[in-house]
């Protein structure tokens, strides 16, 4: 599994292209770097997963009971908006104008990669999502991470 990690801040143009940080894109192996989909995240970002990540999860949401309202809302909130895309040849993206909005997506983002996926967020949403100061981090720290298993 790739183990994605870094902020990397770009400058979307007029048409919705924007151009894929290339210390991100050498941090996927090769022949994974050039094939993606995009759809809504759970907050207000852009998820963008590399073909292959895209892949697994929807295999995993295959396994959803559809006969069950709570899964077929969430698998169709879920998919709403995915969108396959490619990098051009000039190694951008282009980004759907309803993500955008979605996100509130104007001109400055940041990739923000963590795990197998990347998250597009406009500059000044991923600054109020950082810097949150409801959220402390210590007591999340020990919410999700105290009970594992000590690791040596």
């Known amino acids: 599994m790739t183990s994605l990690i870094g902020e990397f801040e770009a400058t979307v143009d007029a048409k919705g292209r924007v151009l894929f940080p290339s210390a991100l894109k050498r941090q996927l192996p090769a022949g994974e770097s050039d094939k993606y989909v995009l759809n809504r995240g759970f907050e207000k970002q852009i998820n963008l997963y590399p073909d292959n990540v895209w892949k697994e999860v929807s295999a995993k949401l295959s396994e959803l009971n559809l006969f069950e309202t709570d899964a077929r809302t969430f698998y169709r909130r879920f ?16 980004l759907p104008q309803r993500l955008m909005v979605h996100a509130g ?8 990669a963590f795990g197998d996926r990347i998250e597009i967020w406009s500059l000044t949403e991923f600054n109020k999502m950082i810097s949150d100061k409801s959220v402390d981090m210590a007591s999340l720290a020990e919410k999700v991470m105290g009970n594992k298993e000590k690791k040596q």
């Open 105 to 112: 997506i104007k001109k400055e983002i940041v990739f923000y």
């Open 79 to 94: 998919h709403s908006g995915a969108t396959p895309v490619m990098l051009d040849g000039q190694g951008r993206l282009l």
